[in-house]
């Protein structure tokens, strides 16, 4: 790790002022207790959803906790990794003064974030085999970039970070590192998190919508030191998780051979889809991937796109993506549904 690294020094100045709003649930802390709870202005007729939920999560953090081998004082959760990701700009970046970097073809979610908060963008294109080039990201680094951005597996691409360039860049960025690995449980690699005790610049973010398949329900989740969860804790809204999420969150996290079960069978059925599409005429690459989708490269992404339309079938196509000229994105479905697909892309003509 670069000594040069102060987590202290890259909190935005307000940030770092800013005292917590504190909740009534906040203050008093004891739960369980058959206690009269005459403090938070609530609705005392029980419904499951009467009361105000753990502004904490400490039912579900403890769960995760034990499950990941992470201790609870490094576990933010949010209202999806989007929330996190969002909590993550608005603690360490100040607007119309410090910029990002972010790794194109990706995730559209950081430029978004970034542009929300006026905070300048440098791109720094991965090469043809969607790697990052440290060099030019070095480069374009400046004392003002706060934080940069690794989706890995990547989106839309489906590849891993090679491992040995995210630890060159945790060795060398002066600034945060966000791994985002919203599709780790398909890859065939071990999550970053092990890594956190190594780089105190280092956020790992998670969620359940994908692998756990709670989409709706809305569930991020923030690795990082303790330092740097705790001035995401402080910024948080009190309550953004709410007690239906943590609820279902947590009986699938008792469940947890039910999420690999079901993670087996998608990434089985990835291997017949890859095979398969490698048959198919108009489809000139098949993108190794270690995610859910998989993105293919056809000879005409906006004619195939609409034939699949009529055909009942909705992939995403990221043409407008560097990189990714006439590509498109298919998520892998049930085995009836990746068949009917590979049924439907055989006869088109
Ligand atoms: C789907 C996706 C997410 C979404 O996260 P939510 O937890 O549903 O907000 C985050 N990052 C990437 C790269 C994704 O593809």
Redesign the pocket.
Known sequence: MTNKFNIQSLIRPNVAKMKPYSSARDEFKHFDNEMIFLDANENPFETNVNRYPDPQQRQLKSILSKQKNIPIDQILLGN????VLDLIFRAFCEPAKDNIITLPPT?G?YNVLANLSNIENREVLLNSDFQPDLDEILRTADARSKLLFI?SPN?PTGNLIASEKILRLLQTFNGIIVI?E??IDFANAQSWISKLKDFPNLIV?Q????AYGL?GI???ICYASKEIISVLNKIKAPYNINKLTQQIAFQQLQDIRTVYGKINLIKADRERLLKALLQIEFIKKVYPTNANFILIKVDNAEKRYLQLLKNGIVVRNRSSQPLCENTLRITIGTTPENEKLITILKQLK
């Open positions: 999806g990794s989007d929330e995730y979610m989706c989106n985002d919203a599709y973010t969620t359940l919508s994908k989409a809305r569930l991020g």
